[in-house]
């Protein structure tokens, strides 16, 4: 093996169990940390980054790439090695193309933002906010323009979360969306039928929830001696390695649905973690590709499977009887409905799959705005509530249940929002794949038999690691490019049952 590349592979693990040990470090912060521990925390953070740092922008690292570069365009290498080194290649161009100033500025300004965004939403006070974004607007700017010249701005921020994929690919599924899905919600609202959800809310003992929330994950393939479960105020999945992966949850007494349904979609992310082929080392191609797809493996087990009529049918005995007091005069159909309601609301995170999308458009549409200068920071609340009025029919009250709600502008994560829906959509798709290559899911679903969908995921999807770009990805797969036409389908044929549309 080529002297360089053997440098390379040990230069990249050491980075990748570096990072390893920083990803705990953060769930330990958020699980089990004590609160007087967080200053010190910090600054153990801070110099592990530093030490990442770095690694990362080592200029023997860079002349290690260079020499392999150049073998990489006689194509000597297999497509596993001509991966590790092109992704090797964009992070350390991407590190070393950012000024300092501008690393340790967007650094600042996002643990500032942060602070001045909570107090903000605290006050209902968008003026307060504005100069934060303003701010974070020209850095997100100069470092598009640094770290990825040939792209417009706004590219270059989705290009992080979601490689290769541009508002020119973008903006034609969302104009389709909107088409398709503010007709199809107006249809429901002004129709007289709505499921009953008033027996979904409650008393439901914690311990319960958490024996059935263990019990769904173990049954739809989380492996617990790879993993672990615990309670965080926010839910994510976390851990540091394919063998290491972290979920968590939270427990509301009064709501078994949330947790159960978060624990299912983060127990998504865990199979895709536990799946990827680290037996080809901690390297970039052992690595999840984008945040779209990872978010397509959670919505594929939230949405596509566990909110079907069949995983109701399969695990409707267990939660009747688990809450006999709250669920003893329902049938399984009416629990059905109730889980699948659909009702415009101004929260994004607590939307339901056919309103979803629409809060996510808004959203793309501003930071677009944003970006190409036709939108001004000053204008975005009475923009936001425009939007909403003209896509979901309601008016926010407040800032803080508008413009103000979400986190991710706060650290200026600007190009972040369209990865959910094309998450949603991406799951769409490939559920109808399976569907189509394994026409008895429907009933292995009803009768609790994950095995042949996790493995059908394991095979099509996590062991490719970073192999494949997305768009790649789901041509593979699938044999189609992004179509929004199987999720617009998808909604209508089982939102027009459950609602009795004609
Ligand atoms: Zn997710």
């Avoid at 340790?104 to 974004?133: T, Y």
């Avoid at 290491?244 to 949330?258: M, P, Q």
């Avoid at 006999?324 to 329902?330: G, I, K």
């Amino acid at each position: 093996m080529n002297q360089h590349y053997i440098n390379l592979v040990q230069r990249l693990e050491e980075i990748a169990h570096l990072n390893g040990v920083m990803s705990n470090l953060g769930w330990d912060q958020e699980v089990m940390m004590p609160a007087g521990a967080s200053e010190s925390r910090a600054k153990q953070i801070a110099a592990l980054a530093g030490v990442i740092h770095e690694r990362a922008t080592d200029p023997a690292l860079g002349d290690c790439l260079k020499e392999l570069q150049e073998t990489s365009k006689a194509g000597a290498w297999g497509a596993i090695e001509q991966c590790n080194i092109q992704e090797a290649l964009r992070n350390y161009e991407m590190e070393i193309r950012i000024p300092k100033r501008l690393v340790q500025e967007i650094a600042e300004l996002s643990s500032r933002g942060q602070v001045i965004w909570v107090a903000a939403r605290q006050h209902n006070k968008f003026s307060d906010f504005a100069p934060v974004l303003k701010r974070f607007l020209k850095l997100k700017i100069e470092w598009a323009q640094c770290v990825l010249p040939n792209l417009q701005p706004y590219d270059a921020n989705i290009d992080l979360f979601e490689r290769g994929t541009t508002m020119a690919m973008i903006t034609p599924v969302f104009e389709r969306l909107k088409q398709e899905l503010i007709p199809l919600i107006n249809a429901i609202q002004s129709h007289s039928y709505h499921p009953d959800t008033t027996f979904l809310r409650g008393t439901f003992a914690t311990e319960k929830q958490e024996f059935l929330a263990r019990k769904l994950s173990r049954d739809i393939g989380f492996d617990f001696d790879r993993g672990r479960m615990d309670v965080s105020v926010h839910p994510f999945c976390g851990g540091s390695h394919p063998t290491d992966v972290r979920i968590t949850t939270r427990y509301s007494e009064s709501n078994f649905i949330e947790s159960l349904y978060s624990i299912i979609h983060e127990t998504g992310h865990a199979l895709y973690e536990q799946g990827r082929p680290h037996q080809l080392g901690d390297l970039p191609v052992t690595e999840s590709s984008t945040m779209g797809i990872h978010e397509s493996q959670s919505l594929f087990w939230e949405r596509m499977i566990a909110q079907s009529k069949s995983f109701c049918s399969h695990y409707f005995k267990d939660f009747r009887e688990t809450f006999p007091d709250n669920l003893r005069a329902v049938s399984l159909e009416e629990f059905y409905r109730a889980i699948n309601n659909c009702t415009p609301g101004f929260i994004r995170v607590e939307a339901d799959e056919v309103t979803y999308p629409l809060h996510v458009i808004l959203r793309y549409e501003i930071e677009r705005g944003l970006f190409d200068d036709t939108l001004s920071v000053d204008d975005l609340p009475g923009i936001w509530n425009e939007s909403m009025q003209k896509y979901l029919g309601i008016t926010p009250p407040t800032d803080t249940l508008g413009v103000l709600q979400d986190s991710h502008w706060s650290g200026g994560a600007f190009g972040y929002f369209p990865s959910y829906t094309l998450g949603a959509l991406y799951a769409c798709q490939f559920y109808q794949k399976l569907v189509q290559e394994q026409p008895d899911t429907e009933q292995n679903i009803a009768l609790g038999n994950f095995k042949p969908i996790k493995q059908w995921l394991n095979e099509k999807i996590h062991c490719h690691g970073k192999l494949y770009s997305p768009q790649e990805l789901i041509k593979n797969v699938t044999g189609a490019h992004l179509n929004p036409d199987y999720f617009i389908t998808y909604l209508k044929t089982k939102y027009s049952e459950i609602y009795q549309l004609s």
